[in-house]
């Protein structure tokens, strides 16, 4: 849940504070509670471990507390732990052991869990359904002196037992602390280890119970769950209707940040003197001399038991200023709030000034003193605590309306900037300037900016020309939509009088003060002065935000503002990207000859940025200029993921659209807006034959279209409006209920054309551009009327050119090469198997959004059973029954009888075949399929009678004593993964010399088919049979070295190298041993692999063996990955195949004898298969074809060895 606030106008109720404890109230008040930042020290051996019959559901036995603990008005000597994250005071047990709320997805107090039930004296710092782990320990422990004792009692390893939604948290560990005297209570956490589960919320209560389930006997504690830690609040009473709960998640796929180890959550109980410094009020940048004199304040509260009198409230400044100064209260009441104003002071030199409010100690030393950080400047206004984080984002949800700060001013500068913080991007918002009137309002608009789209963080906002002001002046957001500003603040309670103020709808002249409501925003807003020297970095443009390994992020582009009244001249500029380790990957930079006062200029920087290892990182660009008066608006920042995409044949992941809501979203684009030349394609794989869902629309709003794809069960649909007419045009023919049909439909101002699966299913003539509005593009429903589609989706593209018919079929199974097609604007290939974002492998930056896609309730990625290649089809027209052949595709057609004319396009794959194997179609052992297969296509009308189809295979794959009859042709639909058909068998004929094998074909169910082939009997599938091939770092470099057990005319091994595991290069050459019976071994030293790692850019080295035969062909080994920075002689290749149908099997090469636990772990956290395996030196196979009794679905596959964790992605195709 994003924590986001909105109002409504009628719902503020304004707050009179009572001068009076009820004696019933729970003696911790919610304004003593303290969120801060300590160490977590786990116990170790000290104290004693505590006994419960289990680590799921029990309560243990009294435990003694070490002293006397008063909490609540009473006594205790003994607690009682609940496994649940719960502590009962006293000797009485709680009445369940089942301590949790009933859902784990609450939006309210629930049902059950320690604020629902009638037990008293309840303390809760992580209730939940929780388990232990392996690991799993509860213990206590008492230490200190006599009169400040602690008592420490901690879960350690426990884990979530709820796994709807998934698990978040695999390992965590809290500590519940009792202080002696003062009956202080800490909850602290420690490290949380996140699962391999994508990111969901879930709800824990966290907090104390007096004696009753009433609301002044509680205090709950809250955060929302994209919140970190740091920033959880206290309420009085249980969780409310419209409250969260205390909602946490892990960080995969989504920003669910897990605690910081040391966050604390203190509990302070009323005392009889006890003054708290609340609140101090000031600003967080002060401009000068234009914001002085400064006035510093301090909101105090008595809340102790007694009325106090003669109490001193100190102030100190350190920094640019030396200021010790108090001002005395003569009395304060129990209960009571008062406002302190101290003495002006006017900083005269810039730098950072401390606030420190304080008082002298009473009974509750840990509210005495409260801090301000201070940034004295030239020209920067700001209320913001520069040392505290935003909170969150405040708007109006469902309403327009506009926020505003208050700002003291003298002198006679300008406003030429705004500076302004969001919670959330993606908003169309204007910031503007208003005078004051005589009551202290804001008064007159006097600028506005024109709209512009938010990011999150910082927005830089140049106002020119510059805006003079008078005096008292207020700056802030105005919302002209009904989508929540997400406008940032920090907490301020109780928040200051007569400086934020609201108002809706958008330009109402009526405010409404945020202090009437009790509201604690303080927003994040800061003007800022013209100065005469001022050059700041506005924005990244480019790399895009996310784009895919290997596809390079070309030079980056950045805007630089001249917000300065002064031209500038020869400015050096920097670009520098770090890695997540923090390490500089990238730095480059560039200048600026003269650039104007008030002014931009896009500078592209020299250098490329092109990663080579996945990841995330950050991109800054800034200037140089030494004169800057304003540092705040120098540097711009982009945080870039660079997505690790499946190569080759692997189709990887697809996504899949639940037919209720979920929809990809691309951003408006000048180069997706189709005109007169485009061609939309993608494949789908249908789940519904009834549903009308939309593949892709553009621009097609609640009452008129303008270009949408729909799928009316199976039959896709095109409904175009361009300026001159309108197509509503259903095809020809349909694809099939859960399998891949591609669809595609081009236009070229001329004719508007709709094909399945490559074949023409409809043809209209219409000119004109295509209507268009400049909106987003919606994959998945129609922007307008939702149609929400239920199917699967891969490889997407948008072309600004129509496609022929023939690029059509030729490229169905293409996996496009990043940035290899100029006409190529969007291309989103759905590998990313997690996350919320799609990369765009075209290089345009149109990255694909998705929504309401919710991973906690549905399956968002399946493992694709699309064949995908890196290498077009061949198309064959025939016109004759004369056999022909596909170039490079070791296929040859013979038509009998043909009449009138056919194409045949065939796609040719030089792997194994994705999921089950065709070998499947054989009931008898052995049995082997020869790791190649086809998928053929025709088109047209010519009639035959039959075809003959001669496949060819790489050398050595048919032995000397093959028969006809132990050959079979298996075949299955286009884009399927499951079970093989019987095609053929026995062979037509077999040509052991030319490795050929002929099948009869009948003339119907022939095309539009994958073909594989197995055989019977002990034929060799390969020239090169190896027995392994590993590769180790060493000090000379990385030394491969590998063994055969039979070659048959093997000219040589050629190796090659590369650093994305896509694009390799020769390296070298070993000779082959020709023709062999025996065991060969062969190795091959690379001294120059540790002169190419580069920490954070080359980390990782592939490898591979690409045999030759004598007569030319070739055959590729598995890949070596060797880690340069990894230093435990572990090196893991892959597992095989991935993804996997019924065998599976984990390679890896060791330089030392280790025992690896090795375990397969779904989605939801679950380990679904264990293995333990010791293992010796050198190249290993550990099978794993146990796991081809798993479900379908995606899997992680954790090796553990040495301390050592691994993880890797696997796909479980369906059986």
Known sequence: MQKNYFLKLTCFIAVVFSGIHARAQLNYPVSSFQNATGTYTDLGTTGSAITVANSNDANSSAIAIGFTFVYNGSSYTSFILNTNGVVKLGTIAPSTTALYTAAVQNSGPGTGGVFNISDSNMIAPFELDLVGTASVEFRSATTGTVGSRVCTIQWKNVTENSTTPAVQYANFSFQCKLY???????????????????????????????????????????????????????????????????NFGNSVSAARPLPVPGTTFRFVPIYSSDIAIRQVYSLGKLPIPFGVPHTVKAAIRNTGLNGLTNIYVKIKVSGTVAILDSVLVASLNSGIDTTITFNSYTPTSTGTNIIKVFISQ???????????????????????????????????????????????????????????????????????????????????????????????????????????????????VIQTGTANASFSYQNETPIRTQTFYYTSPTGNTTWSDFATSSSNFRFMIEPRLELANDLGSTSITSPCEIFPLGQSGGNPVATFYNYGSNSQFSVKLRARAYNAAGTVVYNDSANISVILSNSTQSITFPHIFNPTVAGVYTLKTWSELSSDGDRNNDTATKSIIIQDMNTGISSGTRIQFDG?????????????????????????????????????????????????????GITPQVIMRTVNGYVNMVASSSGTVFSWTHVAVTYDGVNLRLYVNG???????????????????????????????????????????????????????????????ANLMEYLRFDEGTGTVLADASGNCNVGLLNNFDPATETIWFGSSLPLDTVLGTSVTFTTSAKQTFANKNLALEFQNLSGSVQVVTHYFKYAALGTQPDTVI?????????????????????????????????????????????????????????????????????????????????????????????????????????????FKVKEGVKLSWSTASEINNSQFIIERSFNGTDFESIGKVKGAGNSNVKTDYSYLDMKALSLNQPGVIAKLHYRLNQLNMDGKNEYSTIVVIDLNNEDGITINTALPNPFDNKLALTFNSSQEIQMLIELINMNGDVMLTKNVNSGLGSQMVNLDQAGDLPAGIYFMRLQYNGITKIQKLIKMVN
């Open 362 to 476: 009473d009974d509750n030393v840990f509210n005495d003193t409260n801090y301000y950080t201070q940034i004295v400047n030239q020209n920067t206004y700001n209320y913001a605590d520069p040392t505290v984080a935003a909170a969150g984002g405040v708007g109006f949800t469902g309403a327009t309306g506009d926020f505003v700060a208050k700002f003291p001013y003298t002198g006679a500068a300008g406003i030429n900037q705004i500076g302004v913080n969001f919670s959330t991007g993606g908003n169309s918002l204007k910031v503007g300037i208003w005078d004051t009137t005589s009551t202290g309002t804001p008064g007159t608009l006097l600028w506005s900016s024109s709209s512009f789209t938010t990011s999150a963080g910082l927005n830089t906002i140049p106002v020119s020309p510059a805006i003079t002001i008078g005096g008292t002046f207020f700056v802030g």
């Open 759 to 821: 074949d023409t299913a409809g043809v209209v003539a219409i000119t004109g551009a295509v209507k268009s509005l400049a909106g987003p593009t919606y994959l998945g429903r129609r922007a307008g009327i939702q149609n929400p589609a239920n199917m699967g989706m891969e490889n997407f593209k948008f072309w600004n050119i129509a496609r022929t018919e023939s690029q059509i079929r030729l490229g169905m199974h293409h996996k496009t090469p990043a940035l290899s097609t």
């Open 660 to 712: 209720t809501d979920d929809y990809v979203l691309i951003p408006a684009a000048a180069n997706l807006i189709p005109s007169t030349n485009f061609t939309v394609e993608a494949w789908v794989r249908p789940s519904n034959i009834i549903t009308i869902g939309t593949l892709y629309s553009k621009d097609s709003t609640i009452n008129d279209t303008s270009l949408t794809i729909n799928m009316l």
């Open 180 to 246: 002696e005297s003062s009956n202080i209570i800490e909850f602290i956490y420690g490290t949380a280890t996140s699962s391999i589960n994508t990111s969901a919320f879930k709800a824990a209560q966290v907090g104390l119970k007096g004696s009753s389930t009433a609301a002044i006997q509680i205090v709950s504690v809250t955060k929302g769950s994209t919140q970190a830690w740091t920033a959880a609040t206290a309420a009085q009473g249980n969780y409310a209707a419209a409250t969260n709960n205390f």
């Open 923 to 1031: 009931t008898t052992s052995p049995k082997i399929s020869h790791n190649r297969f086809w998928v053929i296509y025709k088109y047209g009308a010519g009639t035959y009678d039959s075809c003959r189809a001669t496949f060819t295979l790489p050398a050595g794959n048919i032995s000397t004593t093959a028969t006809a009859s132990q050959l079979y042709l298996a075949n299955r639909d286009n884009g399927a993964s499951g079970v093989w058909s019987l095609a053929r068998n026995p062979a037509d004929s077999v040509n052991i010399a030319a490795q050929t094998i002929r099948f009869w074909l009948p003339s119907t169910n022939t095309f539009s088919k994958q073909y594989g082939i197995a055989s019977s009997g002990t034929n060799n599938p390969l020239p090169v049979k190896y027995l392994f091939f590993q590769g």
